[in-house]
């Protein structure tokens, strides 16, 4: 089946720094992304979707200027948590679909900012 | 607006009894996606099970099996001798559609841990 990956796996970072998480899809081309934030017992929100090429559309209440998305080719989307806080930390899960709007998940990714 | 319900937050249960994981969902699309995933501690999503909404046919794979009925808009989901390794947090999930298409927009549902004893 489809593979999508996410880097790095798990991440500590001091508060005030940025951190960047990617999601690659490994044997396909995504054509749309979604980020996911779940916090310890909770479940996922959607952060935000990005396509390929044009600009991510948030959910209400995602600062578009704390989470920066990148959507640079087929097969990567970039996650930028910029000024980090305790309160960023979490888990960060994204999903590819393909062209058939098969959805696949990464692995996730567990920040924790110190 | 979509929403989906798992009024179960904990589900214990010993070795080899059967169990029901509920999920209500609501939606105003006419043609939608619900989803079940599980979560092991290790926290990677595990995909069990797609059902297109006009599809009501009742699934079983294994031990797993699910019941989707739109009149009550629920889609519960069946554990039938459950073993230790059944033990995690699953969640429900709806879906967003475009004309169709499911776009890959999941709402899920808040999770309902369950952890089966030996």
């Known amino acids: 089946g489809a593979v999508v990956s996410q880097h790095p796996s798990w991440v500590i970072c001091k508060s005030g720094t940025s951190v960047k998480i990617e999601c690659r899809s490994l044997?396909?081309?995504?054509?749309?992304m979604f980020w996911y934030r779940q916090f310890p017992k909770q479940s996922l929100m959607l952060m935000a979707t990005?396509?390929?090429?044009?600009?991510?559309?948030?959910e209400q209440g995602v600062e578009k200027d704390k989470f920066l998305i990148n959507h640079a080719s087929l097969t990567l989307s970039t996650l930028t948590v910029t000024s980090a806080h305790p309160e960023d930390s979490s888990f960060y899960i994204c999903?590819?679909?393909?062209?058939?709007?098969?959805?696949?998940f990464g692995p996730g990714t567990r920040l924790t900012v110190t | 607006a979509q929403k989906v319900t798992q009024a179960q937050t904990e589900i214990s249960v010993v070795e080899k009894e059967d169990v029901t994981l509920d999920c209500v969902y609501e939606t105003r699309d006419t043609t939608y996606y619900l989803f079940w995933y599980k979560q092991p501690p290790s926290g990677e999503l595990v995909f069990l099970i797609r059902r297109n909404s006009f599809d009501e046919q009742n699934e079983i794979s294994g031990r797993y099996s699910w019941n989707f009925q739109k009149s009550t808009s629920s889609f519960n989901f069946t554990i039938t001798a459950s073993q230790v390794v059944d033990s995690a947090v699953y969640f429900c999930?709806?879906?967003?559609?475009?004309?169709?298409?499911?776009?890959?927009?999941?709402?899920f549902g808040q999770g309902t841990t369950l952890q089966v004893k030996p």
């Open positions: 990005s396509n390929e090429g044009s600009k991510a559309t948030y």
């Open positions: 999930a709806l879906s967003e559609t475009h004309g169709s298409s499911n776009t890959g927009k999941l709402i």
């Open positions: 999903s590819a679909t393909d062209l058939l709007y098969e959805q696949y």
């Open positions: 044997d396909f081309q995504a054509t749309t």
